[in-house]
């Protein structure tokens, strides 16, 4: 009998079972990782809710949702992931069904997923239980070891200078890094519910609260121009507690006056000459961008990411 509960983290077999479907899932995870990250908070979300099916005991699927607040506090995001060896059985969809009423409890009316490999049967299934393709997106990957440290000496184009620092914003440079985290509402549309809040110096000291709550190492690199001392370009990356080996690129974004002149590529290389000599045990970095967004995937492919795999973000609200 299919018997599908909330994940209880104190339920050790029940940690194995979830685990067991990550690994069937995706072959080289490590157990241990698995179940470590299930206890780290992670920032982006107040809330995450997991479930666990499970027959005769052993882990068939699992749903993970996470809850955002702010401007997205109504939205669950997270994947349902069925064992390989268990699929077409209605699994997935029991999962689905599963998970619904809990979020809706919780105040949520749409549910997204924003891994799911373009064209798979994730794709099939998510269309068939009323999802629809919101957003297409490129994932890319670094592997620090096949990328020759060279292609990130840049010169900073005249006229601009680099600044860094991790988690808070030097308070001088705090309006104009809310001015240009502003332009990533400039970002190719898509049809996902995911909102970008309205930056503001209040928005970005309380995201940085929340991450510094969550434990994370918090990158930041900028561009900063020289004539008026402003913060023009942006770059970061969240280093959660977890991320020794692996890591996930935040944001890039560069005030409209100022694109053309390269410094997209410059913040980002510096950023990775930067993650590389303090993160010596770094392996890799990825990063997801939208596929029509051509002038953020090439600045990745000069910095020496590949692309990894296409995927969709599927969308339902219920
Ligand atoms: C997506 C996933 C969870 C589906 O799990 P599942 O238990 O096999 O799905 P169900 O048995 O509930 O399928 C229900 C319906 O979805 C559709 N569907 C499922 N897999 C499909 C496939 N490979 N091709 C076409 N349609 C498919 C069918 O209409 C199916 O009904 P049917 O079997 O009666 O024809 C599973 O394929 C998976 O884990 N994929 C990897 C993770 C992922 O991409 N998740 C994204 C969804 S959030």
């Known amino acids: 009998?299919?018997?599908?509960?909330?994940?209880?983290?104190?339920?050790?077999?029940?940690?194995?079972?979830?685990?067991?479907?990550?690994?069937?899932?995706?072959?080289?995870?490590?157990?241990?990782?698995?179940?470590?990250?299930?206890?780290?908070?992670?920032?982006?979300?107040?809330?995450?809710?997991?479930?666990?099916?499970?027959?005769?005991?052993?882990?068939?699927?699992?749903?993970?949702?996470?809850?955002?607040?702010?401007?997205?506090?109504?939205?669950?995001?997270?994947?349902?992931?069925?064992?390989?060896?268990?699929?077409?059985?209605?699994?997935?969809?029991?999962?689905?069904?599963?998970?619904?009423?809990?979020?809706?409890?919780?105040?949520?009316?749409?549910?997204e997923s924003w891994g799911v490999v373009k064209g798979s049967a994730g794709e099939h299934w998510a269309v068939a239980r009323g999802f629809h393709v919101a957003a297409s997106r490129v994932v890319q990957l670094l592997t620090v070891a096949d990328v020759d440290p060279v292609s990130w000496e840049l010169d900073v184009p005249a006229g601009y200078r680099l600044e860094r620092w991790i988690g808070a914003t030097p308070e001088h440079l705090l309006v104009s890094v809310a001015a240009t985290r502003q332009s990533i509402h400039d970002a190719p549309a898509t049809e996902s519910a995911v909102r970008a809040p309205e930056w503001t110096p209040e928005v970005v000291r309380a995201e940085e609260a929340e991450a510094r709550a969550g434990g994370v190492e918090h990158r930041v690199v900028v561009a900063v121009e020289e004539a008026t001392g402003l913060v023009v370009a942006l770059t970061d990356v969240p280093l959660h507690p977890g991320d020794s080996a692996h890591t996930h690129w935040g944001s890039t974004m560069v005030r409209p006056a100022h694109r053309g002149h390269g410094l997209g590529r410059v913040v980002k290389a510096h950023m990775l000459r930067w993650l590389v000599a303090d993160r010596p045990a770094l392996e890799r970095v990825d990063t997801g961008t939208d596929a029509s967004n051509s002038h953020m995937i090439r600045v990745n492919e000069q910095l020496g990411f590949v692309t990894d795999r296409e995927v969709v973000v599927v969308s339902r609200t219920f």
């Open 1 to 111: 009998m299919l018997e599908i509960e909330p994940l209880d983290l104190e339920d050790a077999a029940a940690l194995r079972a979830y685990a067991d479907v990550r690994i069937a899932a995706s072959p080289g995870s490590s157990r241990e990782r698995i179940i470590a990250s299930l206890r780290e908070t992670n920032p982006d979300f107040g809330e995450v809710i997991r479930l666990i099916a499970r027959r005769d005991g052993e882990g068939v699927g699992i749903a993970s949702a996470g809850l955002p607040g702010g401007v997205n506090a109504r939205l669950a995001i997270g994947p349902i992931t069925v064992h390989p060896d268990h699929l077409r059985q209605g699994i997935g969809t029991a999962l689905l069904e599963r998970l619904l009423p809990e979020l809706r409890v919780r105040g949520r009316d749409t549910l």
